[in-house]
């Protein structure tokens, strides 16, 4: 990234959004010339909505290039994004259970991937960008996702309620839960939990928990937390299988990890439960710098 400093403006919902597994904030983004950005994997499949004018943002992972609005799979790998100048961008969290309610079976086809909206929306994606863009307001913009959302929950049956169990106790245990206890749990056999779960959220329930558990650990480095701490606190078998880890999730060094501008916003764009006051205006608005 360039020496030139970023401004970036964050808007978050005022309240939850009232969608399970969901969750949004809106960035504008102010360069003095083209900048990248290394995105960080989080255990989501991610909506990239570009609200700008002109040629967008650019995607790059794997060899293969997007721009515009894209959708990011879980497991993206190094994933590069590139923008230029003045632009807004909504970005929409969906947890593996909640993609494959919006989005049906190409969410577990995404695993790994980035796609465009409109391969997977079709003509809906631009009419969807259209109605976000002529939004005055974030919080309008807000309510306006919640809404597209919302109507496409009855497109596509819901996951198993066995997977979706078996989702909410890996990220509640931050990752540090048994395959074969999470089977007991449901009353499934492990190879059909196995089995299931991978047909439907597109990864194996004990990639799920190394996913969680990375992103978990990749927050704790963030906030300043030693390797050494981090790895004993987060079921590692030692620093060595941390290190190993984040260079799996990341092609990074926990140090820097540590320091990654996309994680430097994180915690303002995607608050933990009670860690920010209510905002009192309209949609919380935190201008910070990344460097």
Known sequence: ???????????????????????MAGFSHRAPASVDISMIVHPS????????????????????????????GLLPGDLQATGRGTGQLLQIRLDPVAAAALLGGASAELSGTVATLEDIWGRDAGEAEDRLRS????????????????????DHPPVDPQVAHAWRRTLSSRGQVRVDGLADEVGWSRKRLWSRFRSQLGITPKCAARLVRFDHTAHLLAAGHAAARVA?????????????????????????????PWLA???????????????????????????
Do not use: C
Request: net charge negative; no cysteine.
């Open 135 to 154: 939004a005055t307001s974030w919080d309008e913009r807000f309510a306006e996702a919640v809404d597209l959302l919302g109507r496409r929950l009855s």
């Open 265 to 291: 916003v994180d915690e303002v764009a995607w608050p933990a439960l009670g860690s920010i006051a209510e905002p009192s205006s309209a949609a919380q608005r935190v201008r910070r710098r990344t460097p």
């Open 45 to 72: 499949v991610t909506l990239l909505v570009d609200l700008g004018e002109g040629e967008g943002v650019a995607y790059e992972t794997s060899g293969r290039h997007k721009r515009g609005s894209v959708v990011v």
């Open 232 to 260: 004993a606190e987060n079921g590692y078998a030692d620093q060595s299988h941390l290190h190993r880890e984040v260079a799996t999730f990341a092609g990074l060094t926990p140090t820097a990890l540590a320091a990654a």
């Open 1 to 23: 990234m360039p020496s030139d400093q970023v401004w970036v403006d964050i808007a978050v919902p005022r309240s939850p959004v009232r969608l399970p597994g969901v969750s």
